[in-house]
């Protein structure tokens, strides 16, 4: 069975701790509050048709996903945001069915980030 394709940059993390002189535990804490927020807007957005609030909480998830590399995930914000914009729906919603099946993993890999020393 082949490997899960990685998530993240963990290394990024790394890096961010030196910069900006904080732990682990607060770094992946804020990234998972602002992608979980991010997601619960994008669902929201789509719920109530407001596209423009789903381009804008896509954008603000890309921005977090950048800081560490989350590659998998970033394709399918950027899908997203673009599909929003753009004023496709269709599109959108079937960005948001891949961000389902994507963020999970994510999420799981930036909870064993903060737990590694």
Do not use: K
């Not at 560490?68 to 959108?92: F, K, M, S, W, Y």
């Amino acid at each position: 069975m082949p490997a899960a394709e990685s998530q993240l940059d963990v290394g990024r993390i790394t890096e961010l701790q030196a910069l900006l002189g904080t732990d682990r535990e607060a770094i992946v804490g804020t990234l998972l509050t602002e992608l979980t927020n991010a997601v619960a807007r994008i669902n929201e957005g789509l719920a109530c048709g407001d596209l423009d609030e789903v381009a804008a909480a896509a954008h603000a998830a890309r921005n977090s996903a950048l800081m560490i590399d989350a590659q998998p995930v970033l394709r399918v914000l950027r899908q997203l945001e673009t599909c929003a914009r753009n004023n496709e729906p269709e599109g959108a919603l079937a960005a948001r069915a891949r961000l389902r099946r994507t963020w999970p993993r994510l999420r799981r890999q930036l909870e064993q980030a903060a737990a590694a020393r």
